[in-house]
C-alpha cells in the first residue's frame, strides 16, 4: 500500500510503499483510510521530539483520522502510540478508539477539527468542573487549537472568552468566533503582563497552549488584581509553543488559590477520550464549530511538509 512514511527524523516522510502487517490483536481491525489531519502533534511525533516517541523507525505518522470500515460504516479513531500512523491508504486500529460517525459527516471537516477541538474540550469537560458563566483566558488563542477553544468556552456557557495571541489580524478576527475581549502579546514583558492582568484579573479558568515566557509574564500580574485570591483560578497547561518550562514564583502559589493541571495523553484516559467523542463531532459535523480546512493529496505530502502554508488552515490529506 501507499503511505507517508518517516525514514530519518531529521527529514519529511516520503510518499512510498508500505507493507501492513496482519492483525495481531482481538480488537484490530483494517480501515481505509478517507482523511488525516497534519496536527501539531503529528509533526512532533514525525520529528521525533512528542513525549511519546520511542525513537521507533521507519514509522507511518499520524495520529487520528476518519476511516471505512470493512461493513461500510465511517468512523473516527485515535491511533495508539506506535509506528503504525493514519497517513496511509489503510491502516490498523483499535476498533476499541473509535467511534462511528454519521452519515453524511464530512470526513475532511472531522479529520481537520477533532485534534484541536479536542483538547480544550476535554480540558473544561473532564479536567475541571466548569460551570457555565464561567470567565476564561486563553493563551495562544490565535492558533487553530485556540480559536477552537474560544468558540467551545463559549459553546460550553463562558460568560467571558478573552484570547491573547501576537498577530493582531487574527487576534481581532477572534471576535467573530465569540471573544469578548482580545489581548496583543507583543512588546515589552512589563507591558504584556499589564495588559492581561488588567484584561483577566477575574478570569476561573485559563487554557494554555503557550506556557513558558508568557505564562511567567501573566501568573502574578493576574493573581495580584484579583478582588477576591482565594477564588479558584485553574490554569489548565495544554501546549508548550512559547517553552517547554515556566517559572513560577513560590508566592502565586502562597497568595492565592491557584490550580496548576495539565490536559492531554496520560493525564485523560483513552476511555475519558473516547466519551467525549460523540458530541464533540456532532457540534463538528453540524457547523456549530468551524476551522479553515486544506486537503491535499497524500501524494504530495513531502512537499505540503515543507512547504509555506497558511497557518490559519487544519491541513488534511486524503487517498492519492
Known amino acids: ?46 520529528d521525533g521530539s512528542h513525549y511519546t516517541s520511542t525513537g521507533e523507525l521507519p514509522l507511518i505518522p499520524g495520529v487520528d483520522g476518519v476511516g471505512r470500515l470493512e461493513d461500510g460504516r465511517n468512523v473516527y479513531f485515535v491511533m495508539e502510540d506506535a509506528a503504525l500512523g493514519s497517513m496511509a491508504e489503510r491502516t490498523i486500529i483499535d476498533i476499541r478508539r473509535s467511534v462511528v460517525i454519521p452519515a453524511d459527516a464530512d470526513p475532511v471537516h472531522i479529520a481537520a477539527a477533532m485534534n484541536p477541538a479536542m483538547s480544550s474540550w476535554v480540558a473544561l469537560r473532564s479536567r475541571i468542573d466548569f460551570r457555565p458563566g464561567s470567565r476564561v483566558l486563553i493563551m495562544g488563542a490565535t492558533g487553530n487549537s485556540g480559536q477552537m477553544a474560544v468558540q467551545i468556552a463559549k459553546l460550553l456557557g463562558a460568560e467571558q472568552v478573552i484570547g491573547a495571541g501576537r498577530n493582531q489580524a487574527r487576534l481581532e478576527a477572534l471576535t467573530d468566533l465569540g471573544a469578548d475581549v482580545v489581548v496583543s502579546l507583543e512588546g515589552e514583558a512589563s507591558d504584556v503582563a499589564e495588559r492581561l492582568g488588567k484584561a483577566a484579573a477575574e478570569v476561573d479558568v485559563v487554557i494554555d497552549y503557550l506556557w513558558g515566557a508568557p505564562m511567567e509574564q501573566a501568573v502574578m500580574s493576574i493573581l495580584t488584581r484579583r478582588q477576591d485570591r482565594s477564588r479558584a483560578l485553574d490554569w489548565i497547561q495544554i501546549g508548550s509553543m512559547a517553552g517547554a518550562a ?16 495539565g490536559s492531554g495523553q496520560g493525564s485523560v484516559t483513552a476511555a475519558g477520550y473516547l466519551a467525549a467523542f460523540p458530541a464533540l463531532i456532532d457540534c463538528i459535523a453540524s457547523g456549530t464549530l468551524r476551522i479553515p480546512t486544506q486537503s491535499y493529496p497524500l501524494s504530495e505530502v513531502e512537499q505540503v511538509w515543507t512547504a509555506p502554508v497558511d497557518p490559519q488552515k487544519r491541513i488534511v490529506f486524503v487517498p492519492a
Open 246 to 261: 515556566a517559572q513560577i514564583p513560590s508566592a502565586a502559589l502562597r497568595s492565592a488559590n491557584l490550580r496548576i493541571l
Open 1 to 46: 500500500m501507499k503511505a507517508a512514511i518517516v525514514h530519518d527524523f531529521t527529514k519529511a516522510p516520503q510518499y512510498g510503499e508500505f507493507e501492513l502487517r496482519s492483525l495481531q490483536q482481538p480488537h484490530e481491525v483494517y480501515v481505509d483510510v478517507l482523511a488525516a489531519g497534519l496536527h501539531q502533534r503529528v509533526r512532533s511525533q514525525a
